[in-house]
Nanobody, 124 residues
Framework: QVQLVESGGGVVQAGGSLRLSCTASGRTFSNYAMGWFRQSPGKEREFVAAISWSTHSTYYADSVKGRFTISRDNAKNAVYLQMNSLKPEDTAVYYC????WGGGSRKVNDYDYWGQGTQVTVSS
């Protein structure tokens, strides 16, 4: 079992930045690939970014590529999402997720554990 807790959400003006953090407890964090997803009201949960467990390869949705950066610190059992040049359409609840397979999947169903989410609101 892995417990995930997100933090760092908030309200920011368009063009601003936020850094989301996700801390994990439970099983060996370094064995899991980690992902960030987001969900807006009335929309399905969508992939944002992922990082593999071994090579730390990173993967991004086209909509955030060049603006967001995912990273992990296995010594701190943490994964981060640095979000720059934020846009109003980035407004959503952001979720951290872990998958035991270890790969940087873009699919919601590939992830075994989820955090409770943190709200990000970007005002225009």
């Amino acid at each position: 079992q892995v417990q995930l807790v997100e933090s760092g959400g908030g309200v920011v003006q368009a063009g601003g930045s936020l850094r989301l953090s996700c801390t994990a407890s439970g099983r060996t964090f370094s064995n899991y690939a980690m992902g960030w997803f987001r969900q807006s009201p009335g929309k399905e949960r969508e992939f944002v970014a992922a990082i593999s467990w071994s090579t730390h390869s990173t993967y991004y949705a086209d909509s955030v590529k060049g603006r967001f950066t995912i990273s992990r610190d296995n010594a701190k059992n943490a994964v981060y999402l640095q979000m720059n040049s934020l846009k109003p359409e980035d407004t959503a609840v952001y979720y951290c997720a872990a998958n035991a397979w270890g790969g940087g999947s873009r699919k919601v169903n590939d992830y075994d554990y989820w955090g409770q989410g943190t709200q990000v609101t970007v005002s225009s």
